[in-house]
Nanobody
Framework: QVQLDDSGGGLVQPGESLRLSCTSS????????IAWFRHVPGNERERVSC???????NYGDSVKGRFTITRDNDKNTVYLQMDSLKPEDTAVYYC??????????????????WGQGTQVTVSS
């Protein structure tokens, strides 16, 4: 059974940083891709980042250069380090997998397994 648990959200001021975590007690995260998406009510889910099982990374245009996805295999955890946060980064963030190894074509519609979401609010 694939179960993902995402956490680490919170309220920060513009320019500050947060680190989100995605882990699982039932599923080896290094065997498949893990992606991060974010959602603002009224909008479609937006691609944030994806890491393949081999460690290749992809980023959405709006977060390139500010966000970094990493993986700690010993802890079975994927992290999303978010730096230089902006108010427009405010959203619920979800980790997800589509049980492929690659991130090629990492559209939201491919992903079947999702964490519960963690709220990130960037506001002064």
């Amino acid at each position: 059974q694939v179960q993902l648990d995402d956490s680490g959200g919170g309220l920060v001021q513009p320019g500050e940083s947060l680190r989100l975590s995605c882990t699982s007690s039932t599923f080896p995260l290094d065997n498949y891709n893990i992606a991060w998406f974010r959602h603002v009510p009224g909008n479609e889910r937006e691609r944030v980042s994806c890491m393949s099982s081999g460690g290749m990374t992809n980023y959405g245009d709006s977060v390139k250069g500010r966000f970094t996805i990493t993986r700690d295999n010993d802890k079975n955890t994927v992290y999303l380090q978010m730096d230089s946060l902006k108010p427009e980064d405010t959203a619920v963030y979800y980790c997800a997998t589509d049980l492929r190894r690659t991130c090629k074509g990492w559209e939201e519609r491919r992903f079947d397994y999702w964490g519960q979401g963690t709220q990130v609010t960037v506001s002064s």
